[in-house]
């Protein structure tokens, strides 16, 4: 089997905690699972239902993340605006989105070597 070689950035950070997206900061927000998050986007699970953001579409996203790895005392508040530009059925209730975000988070991830 061949090694593709690694086109990231920076190490990816693999949560499984909540995250809250809408359209826009005034709508009422659906909740989601984060998978993962760097501090270019994030990607999240969500049901494949009416609330489902799809492709191209502009979302506000509220989540948490540990300020220190893995330790949940202490958890950073981050709200950021970011654009759908990847979707993946999972299955045929939920679906896997990619978010790049507008404006990134305060902090610098490790490159990935």
Known sequence: MKKTKERRREERLHYELPVWFAQGSDEPSCK????????????????????????????????????????????????????????????ESRQRLAIKFDNPPFWSLPPVE
């Open 32 to 91: 989601g699972i984060m998978v993962d998050i760097s501090s270019g986007g994030m990607a999240f699970i969500c049901d494949a239902d009416e609330n489902c953001p799809s492709m191209g579409q502009q979302l506000t996203l509220r989540f948490s993340i540990p300020r220190n790895g893995r330790d949940f005392s202490d958890m950073h508040e981050i709200t950021r605006t970011g654009c759908v530009f990847r979707t993946n059925d999972i299955n």
